[in-house]
């Protein structure tokens, strides 16, 4: 079950899933550095060990900082205007509000001690640099270690280059199975032939080898690899003839970076002709991908479908490709380096454009299969799948901004993928790409028309009412001029949410009102639909309407049930239980809240969480327990913050909290209601949805403490 993504104080640092071999004054060296300067940069030629070098610094830092240690890879970025936002949700800052990113990142961490780890910057440099420098003005307790091929030029900065390993004979002294490039190729060695070891026959070859690979480690890696079918000898001979070649039959060594390229180019070489060609259209794919996505965009006249899984095969076993084991399936993926590679041969080819259409083509069409079956049974399978797969749908968007030919296109793909904007923790970046695609398209069309809405619903569940109004009327505008009815309704909708946000709770009933009325048909079950049941249900909760609020809830839940749609259950399931504690059934209210809670528990659903978290700290008071409520009022506003915008800025939301925070301080008095409030505060966000849930108490929460 996927919990939501949220502040923890561990961090988030990924598992080493390889050995990490030498190094250890480097090591050293940046754990020096570290203590010493806020800013440490790793620099140095691609397939070095930056990133690998970085991690494990990385992990042995981990208990020095209160606040953990946090790791965000930009290098499946494509553009430094997504670098906050990356950033950000690296962090599992959920802020969803219309506020500055750079800003929302500052502020949250100005009163944290933690390591921030950014790996492989280099393509985003300014960018990059712009955020660090931000952070470090405004959080003293942050230190950043970043990865680059070169410098921020941040003042501060303390610049590491990152050197090959050693090879044999740099230090006279020392015994060649004892030298780190001796041993990694032994490691990784070992991995592709077990029992394989360097021994007095093979030793000679191995420094050999390692040598002429100049120490670098992808290039000790790739070479390893060739022991399925060679031996060391043999690996040496042929790598010997072609660095020959390419130094022009001189015995002058290479510079760096050609010897890593040549490694590279002789892995290519010994790849057969169709596998070469996989590699260069899977260079388009950013992060993972799957099978069926891989057939899809690589297949065609000179590479039929069938074939692309065994030449997967292939390229595994070559060490081109990755590959690791997800639910529901396996996924692959390219290193970096490899994928760059693969790229500068596809653009050899002239192919570059066609296999980036034909990959923003397989994920409009798998955004638009979401869609249809979003609220159906499959639907928490649907919001793992679309964030697993958030990098190329990146990448398919970005392929759909930068040519104004395609940006109809982008629209589709835009507006079509508005249960991923709202329901799986993307609304801020939805909002900015709705915007730049918006603007590239100004002409009415029915396209605009859905993407207006669908950006009126992301500003409405950031809490800007403002913004939602206005993409809402302009989108009720251009759906009169382009005789789109169902846009008409929507528009609506929409307008009926920000009047209910707004307070105008006449107004805000009849506009909602009007939009279920058009979709009892079942068309656009969902945004339309749905969300306009529990609107309504809560607006006429409000006025004092509570059974035919609670009528309402009652046949949407059903539907939901009906159709295996959880997500707007959950909101129902809370909804209800507004009802009922204003009813006095305060035990069906803690456990339809509760309900919601678990639900959430599916989804990356920060907003929704709190906002249970904020009915059941009013329940605890209810019930007497005013030391609970305060911690859940701790928990709920710490991460509520993690949102962006507090009680959406609601007057709604914000009466019921400031009078329950009243009442608590009446009943525990200052002192007390400070020291629970900062208890439930304290606590990571599973601990308090565990404690919300009865499931588990604070660490520190004694029956003394309040």
């Avoid at 001796?182 to 360097?198: H, I, K, M």
């Avoid at 076993?317 to 396996?330: A, D, H, N, Q, T």
């Amino acid at each position: 079950m996927a919990s939501p993504g949220a502040w923890r104080r561990d961090g988030n640092l990924p598992a080493e899933l390889t050995s990490f071999v030498g190094r250890d004054r480097l090591l050293a060296a940046l754990r020096q550095r570290l203590l010493e300067a806020r800013l440490v940069t790793v620099t140095g030629i691609g397939g070095v060990g930056k990133s690998r070098t970085a991690l494990r610094v990385a992990h042995q830092m981990l208990p020095q900082f209160r606040d953990g240690v946090w790791y965000a890879d930009l290098s499946r970025l494509q553009d430094p205007f997504m670098v906050p936002h990356a950033v950000n949700a690296a962090l599992g800052i959920a802020d969803q509000s219309a506020r500055p990113e750079t800003e929302t990142l500052a502020d949250w961490l100005a009163g944290r001690e933690l390591l921030l780890v950014i790996d492989s910057c280099e393509h985003v440099l300014a960018a990059t640099a712009e955020l660090v420098e931000r952070v470090l003005r405004a959080a003293p307790g942050v230190r950043v270690l970043a990865t680059s091929r070169q410098s921020l030029a941040v003042q501060g900065e303390q610049s590491v280059p990152i050197a090959p390993l050693l090879v044999p004979g740099d230090d006279r002294d020392e015994s060649p199975y004892l030298n780190e490039s001796v041993q990694l190729f032994a490691e990784r060695a070992s991995a592709v032939v077990p029992g394989f070891v360097v021994d007095e026959e093979n030793v000679t070859a191995v420094s050999e080898l390692c040598r002429r690979l100049d120490g670098i480690p992808l290039a000790i890696e790739l070479a390893a690899v060739r022991l399925r079918a060679l031996s060391v000898e043999q690996i040496l001979a042929l790598l010997i003839d072609r660095f020959s070649l390419l130094a022009g039959a001189s015995r002058t060594a290479l510079p760096r970076h050609q010897t890593l390229r040549a490694a590279i180019g002789w892995s290519h070489e010994l790849c057969e002709p169709a596998e070469r060609l996989l590699w260069a259209r899977l260079s388009v794919f950013s992060g993972d991908f799957e099978l069926e996505a891989a057939q899809y965009v690589c297949s065609g006249e000179t590479l039929p479908e069938a074939d692309v899984m065994d030449l997967i095969s292939g390229l595994i076993e070559k060490s081109i490709l990755l590959s690791s084991s997800e639910r529901p399936g396996v996924r692959y993926r390219l290193i970096d380096t490899l994928r760059q590679y693969g790229g500068e041969w596809l653009d050899k080819l002239g192919e570059t454009d066609a296999t980036r259409r034909r990959h923003r083509d397989y994920y409009l069409g798998l955004a638009e299969r979401g869609e249809g079956a979003w609220s159906g049974p499959r639907q928490v399978y649907w919001f793992g799948r679309m964030r697993q797969e958030h990098d190329n749908i990146r990448s398919a968007l970005d392929y759909c901004l930068r040519d104004p030919a395609e940006a109809s296109t982008g629209l589709t793909l835009l507006s079509s993928l508005w249960f991923m904007w709202v329901a799986c923790g993307f609304a801020r970046e939805g909002r900015l790409y709705l915007e730049r695609a918006l603007v590239a398209s100004p002409d009415p069309s029915r396209q605009r028309c859905k993407a207006l809405w669908v950006l009126a619903y992301v500003r409405s569940a950031q809490g800007d009412t403002a913004g939602a109004l206005e993409a809402a009327e302009q989108c009720a505008s251009d759906a009169v001029r382009v005789g789109d009815s169902i846009a008409v309704i929507l528009a609506t909708k929409m307008q009926g949410t920000a009047a209910w946000l707004q307070g105008d709770l006449r107004k805000a009933t009849a506009l909602i009102g009007v939009a279920i009325e058009f979709h009892r048909s079942g068309r656009e079950l969902n945004p339309g639909l749905l969300p306009a049941i529990v609107e309504l249900a809560v607006v006429l909760t409000q006025q004092g309407e509570l059974e035919e609020a609670e009528g309402l809830l009652r046949d949407c839940r059903q539907l939901c049930a009906e159709r295996g749609e959880l997500w707007l259950r959950s909101y129902a399931v809370w909804a209800t239980s507004a009802i009922e504690r204003m009813t006095g059934r305060t035990a069906d209210a803690v456990f339809s809240a509760q309900e919601a809670l678990r639900i959430k528990r599916h989804f990356h659903d920060v907003l929704g969480v709190v906002v249970a978290m904020e009915t059941l700290s009013q329940l605890a008071l209810d019930q007497g327990d005013a030391a609970r409520a305060a911690r859940m009022l701790g928990a709920g506003q710490a991460n509520w913050q993690m949102f962006g915008l507090p009680l959406f800025g609601s007057p709604f939301f914000g009466t019921e909290h400031e009078q329950c925070v009243k009442e608590c301080k009446r009943l525990l008095g200052e002192e007390a209601y400070a020291e629970a409030y900062r208890q439930g505060a304290r606590m990571e966000f599973e601990e308090a949805v565990s404690y919300a849930m009865g499931e588990a108490e604070p660490d520190d929460a004694h029956d003394g403490a309040a």
